[in-house]
């Protein structure tokens, strides 16, 4: 079967969530592996071939000298390169450190800290290297994914949408938690993708698919206050899974 | 002339984290087996610190995306614990519910996607597509019904969004419930049984402490008492008294034993040794038919095992299902207080346990979370070396591959149960 | 190729397959696509079509072709996003969808009787170069047929060899600028605008079509009003997002025109005050 | 015209010969703290005993009378749901050889709707106007429009944000429906007078027993309309509107209001009459089939405005300019008429309560002093 795309899927500091995600496209993983050569996804196959690879897709932060150096080897041998999720895409929970002293979360967590090694910072790969595409999402939406790899093999422009949650909510007919139930939520600034499940389950959107491409997070923030929210709890919410992405990052610092 | 081996497996992938595994074996004796784990440290309890509680089921299943759910009951019923709040019927149910989504969804990932490929002699499941496509086509039929089920009661199958501290957000549509085909997934789950009992099993006996939850009147998810078969039996917020954590330089993870310096194992044999008894008759008849002992000590045997609790995760989902009443409150109002909570559920790997200190303003003050694998972490070192002192006269290529398997047994997350690692057999 | 017709009537966003005739490069990036026409297909100079490349999407591009001669359909195209460089791809013998004609030609037949002068904008020649072979295969029915061309650089410029040909001619003034001028390059010098000034057409008796980007249509419309143009008489042709060609999408809004339906070709009076505010 | 009055079993029977002549009917349901327009099947799934309270950013469920079937104005969906779906294929096509072939659709579905308003069958024709007003009919639109059946509840109580008195949409309809009814009701008495809007209207009553109104009825509804039509949450002066914001594209309010706005589109997506969609590919895996997708888009939307290069409007004061002066101005040229029914939609579920009647007064105010 020569001549099909060769794929990587790769991992940083991450959950497997995200990767998951592609074993987790039951209908379609079959046709992907035949779409594609599955060269190297150290989580399907114990068969890893080396690069070059035509696709990468990278999941996870990175948190260590070690990982700093792999992904400027990954980029080398990758066309293209695509970032999948929070983590990849903007340090993921573990970037909570990034407010904090590192070395005293390493006591609280490890007996000995002292093999521990890691960055005190946990960052974005477009901090890295060139991303020549980000899917969001804490994890990302498989449908997503699907239309990444789709649209590759297809060489067009992903419909990947950085409008708000809010245009999934509406599309989904849900009533807004907000403006019905007083429940602060974070689509109006977050990135579309997950199709509004949170509303959708009588939730306020948390932000897991990063900001949105024009987000007015100072707007939201007075909105929320006038719901009843503190200072801290604008905290929480922009520092979540997306806490190190620019325009939160912002607006929870302005708290 | 002496000769030495060294195994050297650097990249044993994750393990809920990335792993390594190194073997000397010098003059055809066994001088060191280590497991490590070498993924960047995340940092769960430091920055849980702080945090709301109602963050706890959110953010700590960003710990593993292969068993979120796990993460999201056990950090629920401890936080319920620390305010003393009940969360009965129907809310009990459906989180079992949930948990059966997940577990079915977790076995077939892990069995058919990772492990059964060892036994046929396959890389991948992929290539193992090319001679047994229909089997591999049921398989993830069966994982996508499980996955079904925990879509529509978490809202997706990664990191559901509808767990909540107290129940959930929202309930499911009895009716969106119904439309998944739990019928077809219990033949499915049958037949998984036949195939995994017809793989060709190694065979090996070995002595293991096991531990587990054990309930009064149900095969454990969410509650019960810790046990194990060196005589443990306590309540959940007993841990201290039964196990302690050590933290070796090899290792990113903590690894546990025994207060008095055993080697234990949790996960599928455990759970299975302990609760034969509480099995469903379906699954008790699946494994039964298959000539399944009550107390299974082969590990390679758990991928059978796996399959048993799969019939008895989808009897269980039906039952549940087919009692589900969509009219209930979505939640326990929950009034936080100052407090300290434990809980240990069995995710599908095995007893996971958290225990949280909250302030009177529902802040956690402190977290402590100890996954499966890294209590499985000694017992998989153990179990490494008995299947190498019994294997070295095996080629090079063939020891890898049965040390990785064994690795495999213990499904100790996705990729370190993936084909993932390097092996370096020195001579010396 | 033939289309199953067995579905509803007129869908009209349902594009008519085609074939690819013949293609060439015009520039870097640059190129000429000829189609074979759909059955009874007709258009006036400054219409476009919606070209369909099968699974990547469709994009508004000009006739560029002659409407004087039925037998090809011309557009010349820059690829310069995902569908443009699929179009730049295809070869002949591809198969490639075509709806069309739309929009509002440019006004040839209002211009009869004076001064005919296009300026044009980089690829804002193609949609200009029907205007002027049909006025000059109508040529006794203008006065003077002016065209004035400004690229980036010279390496730019489309349809070298026509627009030799024209310059050639007598009966046509035609003068090119080049923004940013290399070695070869012995024209003159500057933005376009800079050519009106010294341009040979009465300003009270010409009809001027302007294409080229936004900004250049702005400046152009200012200059040849100073130079006395009465805004009436002077037409540009917008481009905006289009998805639909219909008027139903709503992303070619300019103002309260629809550039598909009201334009592309508008009326530069119609427009001025809008091009002097940001981000309309 | 002959008028009827009806009680609430009949408009059961209606709905039901709706259902049996094969039409979905469709109307207003609660759905999760909200009032929504979903498929029902009798009265019984009618808002009863339900009310709302509507305020710029804030909608909350309250209790009417317990028998009131129409006591909650409009919900965040419109009839646009149904007519223009948010996500729909407009082409299917498939490979074949070089070349490629197109795939019949799927038929659309007939739809009735019970309990709409009189400002949403005007926002109907609005988006008639768009979809079939042109050169060419819109196919998906069209499908979904003809024999379309329309049962209006005319507005006894308009909401907080309604000000379809100012745009000449309500509060009772004029036009544009089957039935249009009109609830009469204090607790003690309880009946709706029924008016025919065309020959299946009047059917459809006579066919469900509609006994003739009384004079007595009709002046009572009269009376109950004009106290509605003084009872608006918000009113807008359109005189000379579209004129003067016309004039205002370079004032500072836009920056102002854009300090505040989400650029989330949620005005855009509730509205009625708003139209705008993206049309994208989508292909299988294989490549070997494509559809084309038209989906719900927004002005407010960066790539709304994109062209080679980036979008034309990358601020969101320019988002909202656009939103606000084509709804009020732009459209009258572009369609006849403007693009507001008076709804309030877009006050009340705007997540931070920005008010289109409050920002185009000021817009006018500040051309009139310029
Ligand atoms: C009336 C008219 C006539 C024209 N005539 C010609 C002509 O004769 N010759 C010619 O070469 N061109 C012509 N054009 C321009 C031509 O239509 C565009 O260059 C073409 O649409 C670009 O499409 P693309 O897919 O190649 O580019 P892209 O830039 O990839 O695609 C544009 C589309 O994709 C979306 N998009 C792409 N990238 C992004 C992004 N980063 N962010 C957000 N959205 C994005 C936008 O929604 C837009 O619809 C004309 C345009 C109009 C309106
Ligand atoms: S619920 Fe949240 S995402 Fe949905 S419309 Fe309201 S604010 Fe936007
Ligand atoms: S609504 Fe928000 S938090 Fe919820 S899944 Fe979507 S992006 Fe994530
Ligand atoms: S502009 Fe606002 S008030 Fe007017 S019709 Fe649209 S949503 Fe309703």
Same mark, same amino acid.
């Not at chain 1, 060139?130 to 239309?147: H, M, N, W, Y």
């Not at chain 1, 429940?183 to 939730?203: D, E, F, I, M, W």
């Not at chain 2, 119904?178 to 070995?206: G, I, K, N, Y």
């Given at each position: 079967?020569?001549?099909?795309?060769?794929?990587?899927?790769?991992?940083?500091?991450?959950?497997?969530?995200?990767?998951?995600?592609?074993?987790?496209?039951?209908?379609?993983?079959?046709?992907?592996?035949?779409?594609?050569?599955?060269?190297?996804?150290?989580?399907?196959?114990?068969?890893?071939?080396?690069?070059?690879?035509?696709?990468?897709?990278?999941?996870?932060?990175?948190?260590?000298?070690?990982?700093?150096?792999?992904?400027?080897?990954?980029?080398?041998?990758?066309?293209?390169?695509?970032?999948?999720?929070?983590?990849?895409?903007?340090?993921?929970?573990?970037?909570?450190? &990034?407010?904090?002293?590192?070395?005293?979360?390493?006591?609280?967590?490890?007996?000995?800290?002292?093999?521990?090694?890691?960055?005190?910072?946990?960052?974005?790969?477009?901090?890295?290297?060139?991303?020549?595409?980000?899917?969001?999402?804490?994890?990302?939406?498989?449908?997503?994914?699907?239309?990444?790899? &789709?649209?590759?093999? &297809?060489?067009?422009?992903?419909?990947?949408?950085?409008?708000?949650?809010?245009?999934?909510?509406?599309?989904?007919?849900?009533?807004?938690?907000?403006?019905?139930?007083?429940?602060?939520?974070?689509?109006?600034?977050?990135?579309?993708?997950?199709?509004?499940?949170?509303?959708?389950?009588? $939730?306020?959107?948390?932000?897991?698919?990063?900001?949105?491409?024009?987000?007015?997070?100072?707007?939201?923030? &007075?909105?929320?206050?006038?719901?009843?929210?503190?200072? $801290?709890?604008?905290?929480?919410?922009? $520092?979540?899974?997306?806490?190190?992405?620019?325009?939160?990052?912002?607006?929870?610092?302005?708290? | 002339?002496?000769?030495?081996?060294?195994?050297?497996?650097?990249?044993?992938?994750?393990?809920?984290?990335?792993?390594?595994?190194?073997?000397?074996?010098?003059?055809?004796?066994?001088?060191?087996?280590?497991?490590?784990?070498?993924?960047?440290?995340?940092?769960?309890?430091?920055?849980?610190?702080?945090?709301?509680?109602?963050?706890?089921?959110?953010?700590?299943?960003?710990?593993?995306?292969?068993?979120?759910?796990?993460?999201?009951?056990?950090?629920?019923?401890?936080?319920?614990?620390?305010?003393?709040?009940?969360?009965?019927?129907?809310?009990?149910?459906?989180?079992?519910?949930? =948990?059966?989504?997940?577990?079915?969804?977790?076995?077939?990932?892990?069995?058919?996607?990772?492990?059964?490929?060892?036994?046929?002699?396959?890389?991948?499941?992929?290539?193992?597509?090319?001679?047994?496509?229909?089997?591999?086509?049921?398989?993830?039929? #069966?994982?996508?019904?499980?996955?079904?089920?925990?879509?529509?009661?978490?809202?997706?199958?990664?990191?559901?969004?509808?767990?909540?501290?107290?129940?959930?957000?929202?309930?499911?549509?009895?009716?969106?419930?119904?439309?998944?085909?739990?019928?077809?997934?219990?033949?499915?789950?049958?037949?998984?049984?036949?195939?995994?009992?017809?793989?060709?099993?190694?065979?090996?006996?070995?002595?293991?402490?096991?531990?587990?939850?054990?309930?009064?009147?149900?095969?454990?998810?969410?509650?019960?008492?810790?046990?194990?078969?060196?005589?443990?039996?306590?309540?959940?917020?007993?841990?201290?008294?039964?196990?302690?954590?050590?933290?070796?330089?090899?290792?990113?993870?903590?690894?546990?034993?025994?207060?008095?310096?055993?080697?234990?194992?949790?996960?599928?044999?455990?759970?299975?040794?302990?609760?034969?008894?509480? #099995?469903?008759?379906?699954?008790?008849?699946?494994?039964?038919?298959?000539?399944?002992?009550?107390?299974?000590?082969?590990?390679?045997?758990?991928?059978?095992?796996?399959?048993?609790?799969?019939?008895?995760?989808?009897?269980?989902?039906?039952?549940?299902?087919?009692? =589900?009443?969509?009219?209930?409150?979505?939640?326990?109002?929950?009034?936080?207080?100052?407090?300290?909570?434990?809980?240990?559920?069995?995710?599908?790997?095995?007893?996971?346990?958290?225990?949280?200190?909250?302030?009177?303003?529902?802040?956690?003050?402190?977290?402590?979370?100890?996954?499966?694998?890294?209590?499985?972490?000694?017992?998989?070192?153990?179990?490494?070396?008995?299947?190498?002192?019994?294997?070295?006269?095996?080629?090079?290529?063939?020891?890898?591959?049965? #040390?990785?398997?064994?690795?495999?047994?213990?499904?100790?997350?996705?990729?370190?149960?993936?084909?993932?690692?390097?092996?370096?057999?020195?001579?010396? | 190729?033939?289309?199953?017709?067995?579905?509803?009537?007129?869908?009209?966003?349902?594009?008519?397959?085609?074939?690819?005739?013949?293609?060439?490069?015009?520039?870097?990036?640059?190129?000429?696509?000829?189609?074979?026409?759909?059955?009874?297909?007709?258009?006036?100079?400054?219409?476009?079509?919606?070209?369909?490349?099968?699974?990547?999407?469709?994009?508004?591009?000009?006739?560029?072709?002659?409407?004087?001669?039925?037998?090809?359909?011309?557009?010349?195209?820059?690829?310069?996003?995902?569908?443009?460089?699929?179009?730049?791809?295809?070869?002949?013998?591809?198969?490639?969808?075509?709806?069309?004609?739309?929009?509002?030609?440019?006004?040839? !037949?209002?211009?009869?009787?004076?001064?005919?002068?296009?300026?044009?904008?980089?690829?804002?020649?193609?949609?200009?170069?029907?205007?002027?072979?049909?006025?000059?295969?109508?040529?006794?029915?203008?006065?003077?047929?002016?065209?004035?061309?400004?690229?980036?650089?010279?390496?730019?410029?489309?349809?070298?060899?026509?627009?030799?040909?024209?310059?050639?001619?007598?009966?046509? !003034?035609?003068?090119?600028?080049?923004?940013?001028?290399?070695?070869?390059?012995?024209?003159?010098?500057?933005?376009?605008?800079?050519?009106?000034?010294?341009?040979?057409? !009465?300003?009270?008796?010409?009809?001027?079509?302007?294409?080229?980007?936004?900004?250049?249509?702005?400046?152009?419309?200012?200059?040849?009003?100073?130079?006395?143009?009465?805004?009436?008489?002077?037409?540009?042709?917008?481009?905006?997002?289009?998805?639909?060609?219909?008027?139903?999408?709503?992303?070619?809004?300019?103002?309260?025109?629809?550039?598909?339906?009201?334009?592309?070709?508008?009326?530069?009076?119609?427009?001025?005050?809008?091009?002097?505010?940001?981000?309309? | 015209?002959?008028?009827?009055?009806?009680?609430?079993?009949?408009?059961?029977?209606?709905?039901?010969?709706?259902?049996?002549?094969?039409?979905?009917?469709?109307?207003?349901?609660?759905?999760?703290?909200?009032?929504?327009?979903?498929?029902?099947?009798?009265?019984?799934?009618?808002?009863?005993?339900?009310?709302?309270?509507?305020?710029?950013?804030?909608?909350?469920?309250?209790?009417?009378?317990?028998?009131?079937?129409?006591?909650?104005?409009?919900?965040?969906?419109?009839?646009?749901?149904?007519?223009?779906?948010?996500?729909?294929?407009?082409?299917?096509?498939?490979?074949?050889?070089?070349?490629?072939?197109?795939?019949?659709?799927?038929?659309?579905?007939?739809?009735?709707?019970?309990?709409?308003?009189?400002?949403?069958?005007?926002?109907?024709?609005?988006?008639?106007?768009?979809?079939?007003?042109?050169?060419?009919?819109?196919?998906?639109?069209?499908?979904?429009?003809?024999?379309?059946?329309?049962?209006?509840?005319?507005?006894?109580?308009?909401?907080?944000?309604?000000?379809?008195?100012?745009? /000449?949409?309500?509060?009772?309809?004029?036009?544009?429906?089957?039935?249009?009814?009109?609830?009469?009701?204090?607790?003690?008495?309880?009946?709706?007078?029924?008016?025919?809007?065309?020959?299946?209207?009047?059917?459809?009553?006579?066919?469900?027993?509609?006994?003739?109104?009384?004079?007595?009825?009709?002046?009572?509804?009269?009376?109950?309309?004009?106290?509605?039509?003084?009872?608006?949450?918000?009113?807008?002066?359109?005189?000379?509107?579209?004129?003067?914001?016309?004039?205002?594209?370079?004032?500072?309010?836009?920056?102002?209001?854009?300090?505040?706005?989400?650029?989330?589109?949620?005005?855009?997506?509730?509205?009625?009459?708003?139209?705008?969609?993206?049309?994208?590919?989508?292909?299988?895996?294989?490549?070997?089939?494509?559809?084309?997708?038209?989906?719900?888009?927004?002005?407010?939307?960066?790539?709304?405005?994109?062209?080679?290069?980036?979008?034309?409007?990358?601020?969101?004061?320019?988002?909202?300019?656009?939103?606000?002066?084509?709804?009020?101005?732009?459209?009258?040229?572009?369609?006849?008429?403007?693009?507001?029914? /008076?709804?309030?939609?877009?006050?009340?579920?705007?997540?931070? /309560?920005?008010?289109?009647?409050?920002?185009?007064?000021?817009?006018?105010?500040?051309?009139?002093?310029?």
């Amino acid at each position: 079967m020569a001549g099909r795309p060769r794929l990587a899927v790769l991992k940083f500091t991450s959950c497997d969530g995200c990767q998951l995600s592609l074993l987790d496209c039951e209908d379609e993983l079959l046709a992907i592996a035949g779409a594609l050569e599955i060269a190297n996804f150290a989580e399907a196959s114990r068969e890893v071939a080396p690069g070059p690879y035509d696709l990468a897709l990278v999941e996870g932060s990175i948190t260590t000298a070690h990982d700093a150096e792999r992904i400027r080897q990954v980029r080398r041998e990758s066309s293209v390169l695509v970032t999948i999720g929070a983590c990849a895409t903007a340090g993921g929970i573990q970037a909570l450190r &990034n407010w904090a002293d590192v070395e005293e979360f390493t006591r609280y967590v490890y007996a000995t800290p002292e093999h521990i090694s890691t960055l005190d910072r946990s960052t974005p790969v477009h901090d890295h290297v060139t991303v020549d595409f980000e899917l969001r999402g804490c994890p990302i939406s498989k449908r997503q994914l699907l239309e990444v790899v &789709n649209a590759f093999l &297809n060489r067009r422009r992903p419909v990947i949408p950085t409008f708000a949650v809010c245009v999934e909510c509406k599309r989904a007919g849900v009533p807004c938690v907000m403006v019905a139930e007083g429940t602060p939520c974070l689509g109006p600034v977050t990135q579309a993708g997950c199709g509004a499940l949170c509303p959708s389950y009588r $939730r306020g959107c948390f932000g897991c698919f990063g900001p949105m491409e024009s987000s007015n997070a100072a707007s939201l923030s &007075n909105r929320w206050q006038e719901l009843g929210a503190g200072s $801290r709890e604008l905290v929480d919410a922009f $520092r979540s899974y997306n806490a190190y992405a620019e325009p939160f990052r912002e607006a929870a610092d302005a708290h | 002339m002496p000769t030495e081996r060294t195994i050297d497996v650097e990249y044993l992938a994750r393990v809920e984290g990335e792993g390594s595994l190194k073997a000397v074996v010098r003059d055809g004796t066994v001088e060191l087996v280590e497991f490590g784990i070498f993924e960047p440290p995340r940092f769960f309890e430091a920055f849980l610190r702080g945090r709301p509680y109602s963050d706890a089921p959110d953010i700590t299943a960003r710990i593993c995306g292969i068993c979120p759910v796990a993460y999201q009951m056990s950090s629920c019923h401890a936080m319920e614990r620390a305010f003393g709040a009940t969360v009965g019927e129907p809310w009990r149910s459906l989180r079992r519910l949930l =948990y059966c989504g997940e577990w079915i969804e977790s076995h077939v990932l892990h069995v058919f996607l990772l492990h059964a490929p060892d036994f046929l002699g396959y890389e991948s499941a992929i290539h193992m597509a090319a001679d047994h496509r229909e089997a591999v086509e049921k398989a993830l039929r #069966l994982k996508k019904i499980g996955n079904e089920i925990v879509t529509v009661l978490g809202g997706r199958e990664i990191h559901p969004i509808n767990v909540r501290v107290g129940g959930f957000y929202s309930l499911a549509r009895r009716r969106d419930l119904e439309a998944v085909p739990l019928d077809e997934a219990l033949d499915l789950a049958r037949w998984m049984v036949a195939f995994t009992a017809s793989l060709p099993m190694p065979d090996v006996e070995l002595d293991f402490d096991f531990v587990s939850l054990r309930h009064p009147d149900e095969y454990p998810l969410n509650e019960g008492r810790i046990v194990s078969t060196s005589g443990i039996d306590v309540a959940n917020d007993e841990w201290d008294r039964a196990f302690v954590e050590e933290h070796v330089e090899r290792s990113n993870a903590l690894h546990s034993r025994t207060v008095d310096g055993g080697v234990y194992h949790v996960g599928p044999l455990a759970r299975y040794a302990h609760n034969a008894d509480r #099995l469903s008759e379906e699954a008790r008849r699946a494994g039964a038919d298959t000539g399944l002992p009550a107390v299974v000590r082969n590990p390679f045997r758990s991928i059978v095992v796996r399959a048993v609790e799969t019939v008895h995760a989808v009897g269980e989902a039906i039952r549940i299902a087919d009692a =589900y009443d969509d009219t209930v409150d979505p939640f326990v109002p929950i009034a936080p207080v100052a407090g300290t909570g434990a809980a240990g559920t069995e995710a599908p790997r095995g007893l996971l346990w958290h225990r949280y200190e909250v302030d009177g303003e529902g802040r956690i003050t402190e977290a402590r979370i100890v996954p499966p694998t890294a209590q499985n972490q000694l017992t998989m070192e153990a179990d490494v070396r008995a299947v190498l002192e019994a294997n070295l006269s095996l080629p090079d290529d063939e020891l890898q591959w049965r #040390l990785e398997q064994t690795i495999r047994n213990y499904d100790p997350c996705i990729s370190c149960a993936t084909h993932f690692l390097r092996l370096e057999i020195d001579r010396g | 190729m033939a289309l199953a017709t067995d579905t509803a009537p007129a869908n009209p966003l349902l594009p008519s397959v085609t074939t690819i005739v013949d293609r060439w490069d015009e520039t870097d990036d640059t190129f000429t696509l000829s189609l074979a026409p759909p059955p009874g297909y007709r258009f006036e100079p400054g219409q476009f079509n919606m070209l369909y490349v099968f699974g990547t999407g469709e994009v508004a591009i000009s006739v560029s072709g002659d409407p004087g001669r039925s037998g090809r359909l011309i557009h010349t195209v820059r690829g310069v996003g995902s569908v443009t460089k699929r179009l730049r791809e295809l070869v002949v013998g591809d198969a490639i969808g075509v709806r069309g004609p739309f929009g509002r030609p440019w006004p040839v !037949d209002a211009a009869v009787g004076g001064d005919l002068v296009v300026v044009a904008g980089g690829i804002g020649l193609a949609p200009l170069r029907p205007a002027i072979l049909h006025a000059l295969a109508n040529r006794d029915r203008y006065e003077r047929l002016v065209l004035l061309y400004g690229t980036r650089m010279p390496r730019d410029l489309l349809y070298r060899d026509l627009v030799s040909e024209w310059r050639g001619r007598f009966d046509m !003034d035609v003068l090119v600028t080049v923004d940013n001028a290399d070695r070869s390059w012995r024209g003159s010098v500057g933005v376009v605008t800079r050519l009106i000034p010294r341009a040979p057409f !009465d300003p009270k008796r010409s009809t001027v079509l302007v294409c080229g980007p936004e900004i250049m249509m702005r400046f152009t419309g200012r200059e040849l009003v100073r130079r006395g143009v009465d805004p009436a008489s002077i037409w540009v042709s917008m481009e905006r997002n289009m998805q639909c060609a219909l008027a139903v999408c709503g992303h070619c809004q300019f103002g309260p025109s629809f550039v598909c339906r009201d334009g592309p070709v508008l009326r530069y009076d119609d427009v001025d005050e809008l091009f002097e505010i940001r981000e309309v | 015209d002959v008028t009827y009055v009806i009680d609430r079993a009949a408009i059961d029977r209606m709905i039901g010969r709706l259902r049996d002549e094969g039409f979905t009917v469709i109307g207003p349901t609660v759905r999760s703290e909200a009032v929504v327009l979903d498929e029902i099947e009798s009265t019984d799934d009618l808002p009863v005993g339900v009310g709302d309270e509507q305020e710029a950013g804030h909608y909350r469920l309250v209790a009417r009378d317990a028998d009131t079937v129409f006591g909650a104005v409009v919900g965040p969906g419109s009839i646009k749901r149904f007519l223009h779906p948010p996500e729909a294929p407009v082409l299917r096509f498939v490979r074949s050889g070089a070349g490629f072939s197109l795939v019949a659709p799927a038929e659309a579905p007939r739809y009735a709707f019970v309990g709409v308003r009189p400002c949403d069958v005007a926002a109907v024709g609005v988006q008639d106007r768009v979809f079939l007003g042109g050169a060419a009919r819109d196919a998906t639109y069209a499908g979904r429009r003809d024999g379309a059946v329309f049962v209006v509840a005319n507005c006894v109580r308009p909401g907080g944000t309604c000000f379809c008195a100012s745009m /000449g949409t309500g509060p009772r309809a004029s036009g544009g429906f089957d039935v249009a009814l009109t609830e009469v009701g204090d607790g003690e008495e309880h009946w709706f007078l029924a008016e025919p809007g065309s020959e299946l209207g009047d059917d459809l009553l006579r066919d469900v027993g509609a006994s003739e109104a009384p004079d007595a009825a009709e002046e009572r509804v009269d009376e109950l309309m004009t106290a509605a039509a003084g009872a608006m949450g918000r009113v807008l002066d359109t005189d000379g509107l579209a004129d003067a914001l016309r004039e205002s594209l370079d004032s500072a309010r836009w920056e102002q209001i854009a300090t505040r706005c989400l650029t989330c589109a949620n005005c855009t997506l509730v509205c009625p009459t708003c139209f705008c969609a993206s049309v994208d590919d989508q292909t299988s895996l294989s490549g070997e089939e494509a559809v084309r997708v038209r989906r719900w888009d927004s002005c407010f939307n960066e790539e709304h405005s994109y062209i080679h290069g980036g979008p034309l409007r990358p601020s969101p004061s320019a988002r909202y300019r656009q939103w606000l002066t084509h709804k009020l101005s732009s459209w009258v040229a572009q369609f006849g008429s403007m693009g507001c029914v /008076g709804c309030g939609r877009c006050i009340t579920w705007c997540p931070v /309560g920005i008010d289109i009647t409050e920002e185009a007064a000021a817009l006018r105010e500040e051309v009139a002093h310029v």
